[in-house]
C-alpha cells in the first residue's frame, strides 16, 4: 500500500524539531514499482517524483504531455551520455550531472530543442569509489564555471548519498560536508534551491544536517521487486 500521508508526516515533523517550520520537499522514488503506484501517490498530493534508470523512465511512464501538468519527474541515478537524448524529453530535472563532459552532451542536445532544464550537481560526499559525483571541491568549482558555457543548463542545487552502511557519524559528516559546498556557492550569489540529500534510511539525519529534500521509497512504496 502506498503511503504519502504518512511518510510526509514524519519528515515534517522531524524538521519541526529540527527548528524549520517551512519543512522540507519530499521526493517519491518508485524503483520498480507500476506507474499505477506512481498515480496513487500523486492521488495523495504528492507532485515530486524521482528514477533511478532511464530504461525504467521510458518503459513506466508516459510522455510528459501525457502526465498531470504538475507532476515532476526527476532522473536521480547516474546518466550515460548515450541515454541523453532519450531522457531529455522524459524528465523535469536530472539531478545526478557529475562532470563537464555529461554537461556538455546534455548542454547539445537541449540547444537542439531550444529548452532550459534545471540540473542537481551529483557530490560524492563519501569518498566512495564505486559512487558517482564530483570527487572534491576543485571539480566541483570547475563545473561551476563551466556553466558560463552550458546556457541551457540551470543549477538548481546539490545532491549526495551518504555512506552505505555508515555510522551516524559518517553520514552527517557526508551531509554536513555537502552542506558547506552548497553553502559555498550560494554565497557565490547562485541563488541554489535543492540541496538533496537523504533517503528511507537516513533521512532524518539528513534533515538535521540542512537537506531541503529527501529521497524517499521503501517507506513510500514498499518493498522492491526488481522486476523491471
Do not use: W
Request: with cysteine; aromatic share 6%.
Amino acid at each position: 500500500m502506498v503511503d504519502v500521508t504518512g511518510v510526509r508526516e514524519a519528515v515534517m515533523e522531524e524538521a519541526a524539531a529540527c527548528g524549520r517550520p517551512d519543512g522540507v520537499v519530499l521526493m517519491a522514488v518508485s524503483k520498480t514499482h507500476p506507474y499505477e503506484a506512481v498515480m496513487e501517490a500523486y492521488a495523495q498530493g504528492q507532485r515530486l517524483f524521482g528514477e533511478n534508470r532511464v530504461q525504467e523512465i521510458a518503459s513506466k511512464f508516459p510522455p510528459r504531455a501525457q502526465r498531470p501538468e504538475d507532476m515532476v519527474l526527476c532522473l536521480i541515478g547516474h546518466l550515460q551520455r548515450n541515454k541523453i537524448r532519450k531522457v531529455i524529453p522524459l524528465v523535469d530535472r536530472i539531478d545526478s550531472v557529475d562532470s563537464i563532459p555529461l554537461m556538455d552532451s546534455i548542454e547539445r542536445e537541449l540547444a537542439s530543442i531550444d529548452r532550459t532544464m534545471d540540473v542537481l550537481f551529483e557530490v560524492n560526499s563519501s569518498g566512495e569509489e564505486q559512487k558517482s559525483g564530483f570527487a572534491d571541491e576543485a571539480s566541483l568549482m570547475e563545473a561551476v564555471a563551466h556553466l558560463s558555457a552550458c546556457p541551457h543548463i540551470h543549477l538548481a542545487g546539490l545532491m549526495t548519498v551518504g555512506p552505505l552502511g555508515g555510522d551516524e557519524q559518517r553520514i552527517r559528516s557526508a551531509f554536513r560536508y555537502t552542506r558547506s559546498l552548497f553553502e559555498r556557492l550560494d554565497s557565490m550569489g547562485l541563488a541554489l534551491e535543492v540541496l538533496s540529500m537523504g533517503m528511507s534510511a537516513d533521512y532524518a539525519l539528513a534533515i538535521r544536517e540542512g537537506s531541503s529534500e529527501v529521497r524517499i521509497g521503501t517507506a513510500i512504496f514498499g518493498a522492491r521487486t526488481y522486476d523491471v
